[in-house]
T-cell receptor, first 114, second 112 residues
Framework: ETGVTQSPTHLIKTRGQQVTLRCSSQ?????VSWYQQALGQGPQFIFQ???????GRGNFPPRFSGLQFPNYSSELNVNALELDDSALYLC?????????????FGPGTRLLVL | GENVEQHPSTLSVQEGDSAVIKCTYS??????FPWYKQELGKGPQLIID?????GEKKDQRIAVTLNKTAKHFSLHITETQPEDSAVYFC???????????FGAGTRLTVKP
């Protein structure tokens, strides 16, 4: 196990609702990245947080937003949920924000939007 | 931006045989290449990674090779075991972006 935890494990929402997902990084890690993994596909980068600031963003609309707290835990918020937002949401922590740093993934939160 | 292609999408081998998964990438600035194993209902688990100053890296039954000229890298698993059955993802990290791009995955089945 990596020491990265996520909550909740599963979630069901309806279209138009808002959702907040949580991630606790591995001890000693100050960087958290969020990914969306649709069924049968590889993870897609949403954004990264380093020391409470956004440090890079993938091709996701502004309704995907995040936070990082002083203890380096993080939240992913998604507003105005759409059916296509149904996916496994993964967070990964790394010891620093460098591009060569190894990322360790949590177990994910499976979101179903009806 | 970076584009990572992975093949095959499915691979079935007999226990004890070797398995090879190949990936290509498009961004010549990419310099970090991890491989992840994902079991059903779990997050991806790092199994091996390689950085661009190294051509090959081995860890017990697992090895990764990197050819920067051809922009491809491969995962080699020897003496496969049923517990190696999972989905394997390659990824590449560009020097100029903070995102890591993943391949579409290879479902490996090791038959006992």
């Amino acid at each position: 196990e990596t020491g990265v935890t996520q909550s909740p494990t599963h979630l069901i929402k309806t279209r138009g609702q808002q959702v907040t997902l949580r991630c606790s990084s591995q001890s000693g890690h100050n960087t958290v990245s969020w990914y969306q993994q649709a069924l049968g596909q590889g993870p897609q980068f949403i954004f990264q947080y380093y020391r409470e600031e956004e440090n890079g963003r993938g091709n996701f609309p502004p309704r995907f937003s995040g936070l990082q707290f002083p203890n380096y835990s993080s939240e992913l918020n998604v507003n105005a949920l759409e059916l296509d937002d149904s996916a496994l949401y993964l967070c990964a922590s790394s010891i620093d924000r460098g591009r060569l740093e190894t990322q360790y993934f949590g177990p994910g939160t499976r979101l179903l939007v009806l | 931006g970076e584009n990572v292609e992975q093949h095959p999408s499915t691979l079935s081998v007999q226990e004890g045989d070797s398995a090879v998964i190949k990936c290509t990438y498009s961004d010549s600035a990419s310099n970090y290449f991890p491989w992840y194993k994902q079991e059903l209902g779990k997050g991806p688990q790092l199994i091996i990674d390689i950085r661009s100053n190294v051509g090959e890296k081995k860890d017990q039954r697992i090895a990764v090779t990197l050819n920067k000229t051809a922009k491809h890298f491969s995962l080699h698993i020897t003496e496969t075991q049923p517990e190696d059955s999972a989905v394997y993802f390659c990824a590449a990290s560009s020097a100029f972006n903070n995102d890591m791009r993943f391949g579409a995955g290879t479902r490996l089945t090791v038959k006992p």
